[in-house]
């Protein structure tokens, strides 16, 4: 008789996870990821004037609101047909990249890092799940250190948004065409500096700490595999003369089935699905600039909130191991197939905040002082437009109809519902659940691996749902038995 684990909320994520997993014989042989909150961010954008969308959506989360506001302006530069200017293109990506660095850095030292390294015994260190710390005292000591440092750090990240972007987390520069702010040599300056410091931090700190974990923990090399078929949009834009979707990027679109070759992207094979999640049938199998979001409560075997993303029918995971794996950046491809773990999945993120670091200094010379910075455009009647990037989690789409001038029909695909939406109408699990199937519990009373898979992935349930029903009271519970 297989014993019922639930974890509920998972914490040191951001929102609201339950994950229940059923344990035969000490391995996870089932697995059920539920977002337990509403999102229903997009039914604010209708009606109104589309140019309110690259401000509205950022609302739907604090830690990655740059995401949303550029798939957002992607989708209205698509539907209005213009592109930003080479500065318009650069001072984005330097907002976004400056975004992406506080949230990598946020989320390794200030919630998965707790797994490992063990803190003083007060909070924010505990409660904790206790028996299984690793670390020699010197290293420990040393990356409960970084903890505090890395605050410092996320903080040099907001100022370098900030003198591009306004202010953080919802930022004011990003519109459609390009951006407000334009270039001089104080603000290349003020960035550079900073810049520098958050550069040497990731070197010197970040990356040694996640290789010194690494070292004692190698059994999660080959913990939380999950379902191995890799998903990236693209993100960083490199050049000008092509829609967004086409355009070079820094890091390039693409899908790649475990060793498989890579394959290229075609947005048209995205769909959605709802079979197991509380929205009406209605609402899914369809392309997702054709969403409507109907939510049903108390559909029968439904589970979460989250929606099913597939892409040609398959689940795919999104994110920094799904970036790095379709680029085949070597350090992460020597990983072969350790790769698809807990422990590749950091490895993978920090890697890649190491290169964002670097080509952000490039990008900030390339910026050409008293040259425009953005396009102007008129709204037009009738439009349709789709804007995808790559957040900080994982590949991020808008899809933006407009009619009679205002906002008809916005649909979010975020990359917590492509890693950890419910099961399909085939019965394929989501990436998370195929990534908790199959693992050792030893002991039901601390499954502290589960929760290590989970935060491998850095979900984030703000963006993927929103809003609380009214008739759900309970919001944290946690039950083992
Ligand atoms: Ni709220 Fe987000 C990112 C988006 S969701 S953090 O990155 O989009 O996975």
Redesign the pocket.
């Known amino acids: 008789m297989p014993q019922k684990v639930i974890v509920d909320p998972v914490t040191r994520i951001?929102g609201h996870l339950k994950i229940e997993v059923e344990v035969e014989g000490n391995k996870v042989v089932d697995a059920r990821t539920s977002g337990t909150l509403f999102r229903g961010l997009e039914l604010i954008m209708r009606g109104r004037d589309p140019r309110d969308a690259q401000q509205i959506m950022q609302r739907?989360?604090g830690?990655?609101p740059v995401?949303?506001a550029t798939a957002g302006t992607l989708a209205l530069d698509s539907a209005f047909g213009i592109e930003p200017p080479k500065n318009g293109r650069i001072i984005r990506n330097l907002i976004f990249g400056s975004n992406f660095l506080q949230?990598h850095i946020l989320h390794f030292f200030h919630l998965a890092a707790l797994d490992f390294v063990k803190g003083p015994d007060v909070p924010p260190f505990t409660p904790r799940p206790e028996g299984d710390f690793r670390l020699p005292d010197a290293v420990n000591k040393v990356a409960v250190d970084a903890y505090i440092e890395a605050l410092n750090m996320r903080r040099k990240c907001h100022e370098m948004l900030a003198i591009w972007g306004g202010k953080v987390p919802h930022i004011q520069a990003v519109v459609p065409g390009g951006v407000t702010e334009k270039p001089d040599a104080q603000k290349i300056a003020d960035f550079l500096s900073r810049l520098n410091e958050v550069s040497a931090f990731i070197d010197n700190t970040y990356i040694p700490i996640v290789k010194a974990v690494a070292g004692v923990y190698p059994d999660l090399w080959e913990v939380g595999a999950g379902c191995k078929n890799m998903l990236a949009y693209g993100g960083f834009p490199m050049e000008e003369g092509k829609d967004h979707v086409k355009k070079k990027k820094f890091f390039p679109s693409g899908i790649r089935y475990g060793n498989g070759t890579g394959i290229a992207f075609d947005p048209a094979k995205i769909t959605e699905e709802v079979a197991y999640s509380w929205y009406a049938d209605d609402t899914g199998g369809t392309t997702p600039n054709m969403a409507v979001v109907s939510p049903e409560p108390r559909k029968k075997d439904a589970y979460s909130w989250l929606k099913s993303p597939r892409y040609n029918g398959q689940p795919m995971e999104v994110g920094p191991l799904a970036r790095m794996w379709v680029m085949e950046q070597s350090d992460v491809k020597a990983l072969g197939d350790k790769a698809f773990s807990v422990l590749g999945r950091h490895f993978a993120r920090a890697i890649e905040a190491k290169m964002v670091a670097e080509e952000m200094k490039k990008w900030l010379l390339e910026l050409e002082i008293g040259q425009p910075v953005c396009t102007p455009h008129e709204i037009p009647n009738e439009a349709q437009g789709m804007g995808l990037c790559e957040?900080?989690?994982?590949a991020?789409g808008h899809w933006h109809k407009i009619g009679h001038g205002r906002t008809d029909v916005l649909n979010a695909v975020?990359?917590?519902t492509w890693?950890a939406g419910p099961r399909d109408g085939e019965g394929q699990l989501g990436p998370m659940e195929q990534a908790l199937v199959g693992t050792v519990v030893a002991d039901v009373n601390n499954p502290v691996n589960l929760v290590r898979i989970v935060r491998s992935m850095d979900?984030?349930f703000?963006?993927?749902i929103h809003i609380m029903t009214p008739d759900k009271k309970v919001i944290a519970q946690y039950t083992i038995d």
């Open positions: 951001e739907i989360c830690v990655c995401a949303h949230s957040a900080e989690r994982g991020l975020v990359p917590t890693n979900p984030c703000g963006c993927a």
